[in-house]
């Protein structure tokens, strides 16, 4: 027992060695929790500018885009300057996208 525990000093160490240990613990045991909710989850993220066929941008254009793989459909208004950002959570990887606008004929990707 005395060269295991010699005196304060050893037992501060050896107190010193289980508190370092403890936080690798947590990290250890919270890791694979963080992990794993990251599996198989990516978010695709569509943007784009809509133009008439001069180039000006068209505001208030709906676009829809389609999943392929889900099909499921997300909408958005192209703002002032053309743009637009439809967002997928849960990806979806291929898209069609269709733009419909009043004074333009649809168009589809």
């Keep these: 027992m005395d060269g295991i525990l010699d005196g304060n000093s050893n037992a501060k160490q050896v107190m010193q060695m289980r508190l370092s240990v403890i936080p690798l613990l947590v990290a250890a045991v919270m890791l694979p929790l963080r992990a794993q909710a990251q599996v198989g989850s990516t978010t695709d993220i569509l943007m784009g500018r809509v133009t008439g066929p001069e180039g000006a941008p068209v505001a208030g254009a709906r676009v829809e885009a389609t999943s392929l793989e889900t099909q499921i459909v997300r909408t958005r208004v192209t703002v002032a300057d053309g743009r637009y950002t439809i967002i997928f959570p849960d990806g979806g ?5 269709r733009v419909i606008s009043i004074g333009f004929a649809p168009a589809q990707i």
């Design 93 to 97: 990887g291929n898209y069609r996208l």
